[in-house]
Protein backbone atom coordinates (compact mmCIF):
# COMPACT_ATOMS: atom_id res chain seq x y z
CA UNK A 1 0.00 0.00 0.00
CA UNK A 2 1.36 3.25 -1.22
CA UNK A 3 0.65 5.77 1.89
CA UNK A 4 1.23 9.50 2.54
CA UNK A 5 1.45 11.07 5.23
CA UNK A 6 0.84 14.98 5.45
CA UNK A 7 3.07 16.54 8.29
CA UNK A 8 3.05 20.36 8.89
CA UNK A 9 5.10 22.51 11.02
CA UNK A 10 3.79 24.69 13.79
CA UNK A 11 5.09 27.04 16.37
CA UNK A 12 5.24 24.89 19.74
CA UNK A 13 1.91 25.40 21.62
CA UNK A 14 3.79 25.12 24.81
CA UNK A 15 5.80 28.55 23.60
CA UNK A 16 4.57 31.98 23.57
CA UNK A 17 3.29 32.74 19.61
CA UNK A 18 2.77 35.73 17.57
CA UNK A 19 1.51 37.49 14.61
CA UNK A 20 3.35 39.34 12.74
CA UNK A 21 2.78 42.85 12.20
CA UNK A 22 2.97 43.47 9.09
CA UNK A 23 0.45 41.14 7.30
CA UNK A 24 -0.88 39.29 10.39
CA UNK A 25 -0.14 35.71 9.97
CA UNK A 26 1.49 33.57 11.75
CA UNK A 27 5.27 34.71 12.56
CA UNK A 28 6.98 31.28 12.46
CA UNK A 29 10.57 33.19 12.22
CA UNK A 30 10.22 34.23 16.09
CA UNK A 31 9.01 30.57 16.93
CA UNK A 32 10.19 27.60 18.09
CA UNK A 33 8.68 25.43 15.44
CA UNK A 34 7.71 21.81 16.29
CA UNK A 35 5.48 18.57 13.99
CA UNK A 36 1.93 19.41 14.01
CA UNK A 37 1.21 16.81 17.76
CA UNK A 38 -1.85 15.39 15.61
CA UNK A 39 0.37 14.22 12.54
CA UNK A 40 2.89 12.24 14.36
CA UNK A 41 -0.04 10.19 15.32
CA UNK A 42 -0.70 9.79 11.37
CA UNK A 43 2.59 9.24 10.69
CA UNK A 44 2.97 6.10 13.45
CA UNK A 45 -0.36 4.85 11.91
CA UNK A 46 1.11 4.71 8.63
CA UNK A 47 4.14 2.74 10.21
CA UNK A 48 1.94 0.50 11.67
CA UNK A 49 -0.03 -0.25 7.92
CA UNK A 50 3.19 -0.63 6.66
CA UNK A 51 4.43 -2.89 8.87
CA UNK A 52 1.20 -5.16 8.77
CA UNK A 53 0.66 -4.81 4.82
CA UNK A 54 3.73 -3.71 3.31
CA UNK A 55 4.04 -0.90 1.37
CA UNK A 56 5.91 2.70 1.36
CA UNK A 57 5.32 5.66 3.57
CA UNK A 58 6.07 9.12 2.14
CA UNK A 59 5.71 12.45 4.02
CA UNK A 60 4.12 15.61 2.24
CA UNK A 61 4.87 18.83 3.88
CA UNK A 62 3.91 22.32 2.61
CA UNK A 63 5.90 25.07 4.01
CA UNK A 64 8.55 27.83 4.08
CA UNK A 65 12.47 26.02 4.05
CA UNK A 66 12.81 26.23 7.81
CA UNK A 67 10.11 23.47 7.51
CA UNK A 68 12.86 20.81 6.50
CA UNK A 69 14.00 20.13 10.32
CA UNK A 70 10.60 19.00 10.56
CA UNK A 71 10.32 16.66 7.39
CA UNK A 72 13.78 15.11 8.46
CA UNK A 73 12.33 14.76 12.44
CA UNK A 74 9.01 12.70 10.62
CA UNK A 75 11.83 10.55 8.45
CA UNK A 76 13.68 9.54 11.66
CA UNK A 77 10.43 7.99 12.77
CA UNK A 78 10.34 5.37 9.99
CA UNK A 79 8.89 6.94 6.91
CA UNK A 80 10.54 5.88 3.69
CA UNK A 81 11.10 9.60 1.85
CA UNK A 82 9.48 12.94 1.57
CA UNK A 83 8.15 15.60 -1.00
CA UNK A 84 8.39 19.34 0.50
CA UNK A 85 6.25 21.69 -1.66
CA UNK A 86 8.21 25.16 -0.69
CA UNK A 87 7.73 28.42 -2.27
CA UNK A 88 7.73 32.14 -1.77
CA UNK A 89 4.41 32.36 -2.92
CA UNK A 90 2.87 30.01 -0.75
CA UNK A 91 3.25 32.83 2.29
CA UNK A 92 -0.59 33.35 4.00
CA UNK A 93 -2.22 31.26 2.09
CA UNK A 94 -5.50 29.90 3.53
CA UNK A 95 -7.12 26.30 3.77
CA UNK A 96 -8.97 26.57 0.52
CA UNK A 97 -5.36 27.10 -1.22
CA UNK A 98 -3.79 25.29 0.78
CA UNK A 99 -5.91 22.58 -0.20
CA UNK A 100 -5.35 23.18 -3.19
CA UNK A 101 -1.49 23.01 -3.80
CA UNK A 102 -1.56 19.40 -1.91
CA UNK A 103 -4.07 17.76 -3.64
CA UNK A 104 -1.74 18.86 -6.62
CA UNK A 105 1.28 17.18 -5.04
CA UNK A 106 -0.89 14.41 -4.15
CA UNK A 107 -1.77 13.76 -7.65
CA UNK A 108 1.93 13.52 -8.62
CA UNK A 109 1.85 10.66 -6.03
CA UNK A 110 -0.79 8.31 -6.70
CA UNK A 111 -1.41 7.34 -2.93
CA UNK A 112 -3.79 4.98 -1.83
CA UNK A 113 -4.05 6.34 1.73
CA UNK A 114 -3.67 9.64 3.00
CA UNK A 115 -3.27 10.09 6.55
CA UNK A 116 -3.05 13.24 8.23
CA UNK A 117 -4.07 14.60 11.74
CA UNK A 118 -7.39 15.86 12.73
CA UNK A 119 -6.77 19.98 13.18
CA UNK A 120 -3.54 21.87 13.08
CA UNK A 121 -2.45 23.11 16.84
CA UNK A 122 -1.89 27.08 14.66
CA UNK A 123 -5.28 26.89 12.71
CA UNK A 124 -7.90 24.17 14.53
CA UNK A 125 -10.43 24.67 11.62
CA UNK A 126 -10.43 20.84 11.03
CA UNK A 127 -11.43 21.21 7.70
CA UNK A 128 -8.28 20.27 5.14
CA UNK A 129 -9.01 16.61 5.15
CA UNK A 130 -12.65 17.05 3.72
CA UNK A 131 -11.19 19.80 1.11
CA UNK A 132 -8.65 17.27 0.10
CA UNK A 133 -11.16 14.52 -0.45
CA UNK A 134 -13.24 16.29 -2.20
CA UNK A 135 -10.31 17.59 -4.55
CA UNK A 136 -8.87 14.47 -4.93
CA UNK A 137 -12.33 12.78 -5.65
CA UNK A 138 -12.21 10.03 -2.90
CA UNK A 139 -13.99 8.95 0.49
CA UNK A 140 -12.94 11.27 3.59
CA UNK A 141 -12.68 8.90 6.80
CA UNK A 142 -12.57 11.85 9.32
CA UNK A 143 -12.11 11.63 12.98
CA UNK A 144 -10.91 8.47 13.20
CA UNK A 145 -9.99 6.86 17.09
CA UNK A 146 -9.38 3.13 15.02
CA UNK A 147 -8.67 2.43 11.59
CA UNK A 148 -8.89 -1.17 10.19
CA UNK A 149 -7.88 -2.48 7.09
CA UNK A 150 -8.99 -5.24 4.80
CA UNK A 151 -7.56 -5.66 1.28
CA UNK A 152 -8.95 -2.24 0.15
CA UNK A 153 -11.33 -2.09 2.60
CA UNK A 154 -11.34 0.66 4.80
CA UNK A 155 -13.07 1.01 8.26
CA UNK A 156 -12.42 3.76 10.92
CA UNK A 157 -14.09 4.89 14.40
CA UNK A 158 -14.83 8.05 14.01
CA UNK A 159 -14.76 9.86 18.00
CA UNK A 160 -17.63 11.72 18.52
CA UNK A 161 -18.96 13.56 21.62
CA UNK A 162 -21.42 10.77 22.70
CA UNK A 163 -19.13 7.79 21.70
CA UNK A 164 -18.17 6.87 18.33
CA UNK A 165 -19.43 6.03 14.62
CA UNK A 166 -18.66 3.19 12.14
CA UNK A 167 -17.44 4.62 8.50
CA UNK A 168 -16.13 2.17 5.61
CA UNK A 169 -14.62 3.23 2.47
CA UNK A 170 -12.54 1.65 -0.39
CA UNK A 171 -8.93 3.23 -1.28
CA UNK A 172 -8.08 5.45 -2.16
CA UNK A 173 -9.27 7.61 0.39
CA UNK A 174 -8.21 10.37 3.31
CA UNK A 175 -8.33 9.50 6.57
CA UNK A 176 -7.56 12.11 9.56
CA UNK A 177 -7.04 11.06 12.82
CA UNK A 178 -6.95 11.83 16.40
CA UNK A 179 -4.78 11.26 19.15
CA UNK A 180 -6.67 8.33 20.47
CA UNK A 181 -5.71 6.35 17.74
CA UNK A 182 -2.17 5.08 19.31
CA UNK A 183 1.02 6.10 20.56
CA UNK A 184 3.66 7.54 18.47
CA UNK A 185 6.56 5.81 18.55
CA UNK A 186 10.30 7.96 19.59
CA UNK A 187 12.99 7.96 16.91
CA UNK A 188 15.89 5.70 18.11
CA UNK A 189 19.19 7.02 16.74
CA UNK A 190 19.83 4.80 14.44
CA UNK A 191 16.65 6.25 12.57
CA UNK A 192 17.82 9.71 13.33
CA UNK A 193 21.01 8.95 11.23
CA UNK A 194 19.10 7.19 8.54
CA UNK A 195 16.92 9.90 8.32
CA UNK A 196 19.93 12.38 6.71
CA UNK A 197 20.30 9.93 3.99
CA UNK A 198 16.53 10.01 3.16
CA UNK A 199 15.15 11.26 -0.15
CA UNK A 200 13.53 14.48 0.44
CA UNK A 201 11.77 15.96 -3.30
CA UNK A 202 11.43 19.63 -3.37
CA UNK A 203 8.26 21.09 -5.61
CA UNK A 204 7.55 24.84 -6.52
CA UNK A 205 4.47 25.74 -7.69
CA UNK A 206 5.40 25.79 -11.27
CA UNK A 207 6.28 22.06 -10.98
CA UNK A 208 2.64 21.66 -10.01
CA UNK A 209 1.32 23.67 -12.42
CA UNK A 210 -0.49 26.10 -9.55
CA UNK A 211 -0.19 30.21 -10.34
CA UNK A 212 1.40 32.29 -7.60
CA UNK A 213 -2.05 34.45 -8.05
CA UNK A 214 -4.13 31.83 -6.39
CA UNK A 215 -2.71 31.25 -3.06
CA UNK A 216 -0.46 33.39 -0.79
CA UNK A 217 -2.24 36.32 0.70
CA UNK A 218 -3.29 37.71 -2.53
CA UNK A 219 -5.32 34.84 -3.38
CA UNK A 220 -6.77 33.87 0.23
CA UNK A 221 -10.16 33.31 0.45
CA UNK A 222 -10.18 35.15 4.62
CA UNK A 223 -7.58 37.17 6.27
CA UNK A 224 -6.67 38.38 10.24
CA UNK A 225 -7.94 42.29 9.75
CA UNK A 226 -6.58 43.03 13.08
CA UNK A 227 -5.28 41.11 16.67
CA UNK A 228 -3.81 42.04 19.61
CA UNK A 229 -2.14 40.59 22.70
CA UNK A 230 -3.59 38.43 24.99
CA UNK A 231 -4.36 40.77 28.63
CA UNK A 232 -2.15 39.55 31.41
CA UNK A 233 -4.63 37.58 33.87
CA UNK A 234 -5.95 40.20 36.64
CA UNK A 235 -5.84 38.68 40.16
CA UNK A 236 -9.64 37.24 41.02
CA UNK A 237 -12.29 38.67 43.52
CA UNK A 238 -11.87 37.47 46.80
CA UNK A 239 -15.22 37.19 49.10
CA UNK A 240 -14.78 36.60 52.93
CA UNK A 241 -17.52 34.96 54.13
CA UNK A 242 -19.13 37.20 57.05
CA UNK A 243 -22.68 35.64 56.86
CA UNK A 244 -23.56 37.01 53.52
CA UNK A 245 -21.20 35.07 51.50
CA UNK A 246 -23.88 32.93 49.50
CA UNK A 247 -25.35 35.90 48.78
CA UNK A 248 -22.44 38.09 47.54
CA UNK A 249 -21.74 34.51 45.33
CA UNK A 250 -24.41 34.97 43.98
CA UNK A 251 -24.54 38.26 43.33
CA UNK A 252 -20.82 37.93 41.76
CA UNK A 253 -22.74 35.26 39.13
CA UNK A 254 -25.27 37.31 38.15
CA UNK A 255 -23.35 40.19 36.83
CA UNK A 256 -20.98 37.91 34.92
CA UNK A 257 -23.99 36.29 33.24
CA UNK A 258 -23.33 33.23 34.87
CA UNK A 259 -26.93 32.95 36.59
Known amino acids: MNIVVLVKQ ?30 EYAIEEALRIQEAHGGEVTILTMGPSGAAESIRKALSMGPDKAVHVVDDALHGSCALATSKVLAAALGTLNADLVLCGAESTDGRVQVLPHMLAERLGVAALTGARKLTIDGSALTIERQTDEGYEVVTAQTPAVVSVWDTINEPRYPSFKGIMAAKKKPVQALS ?5 VAPSEVGLDGASSAVVEHSKRPPRSGGQKVTDEG ?16
Do not use: C, Q, W, Y
Open 10 to 39: VPDSGAERNLRTDDNTVDRGSASNVINEMD
Open 244 to 259: EGGVKLVEFLATEKFV
Open 205 to 209: LGDLG
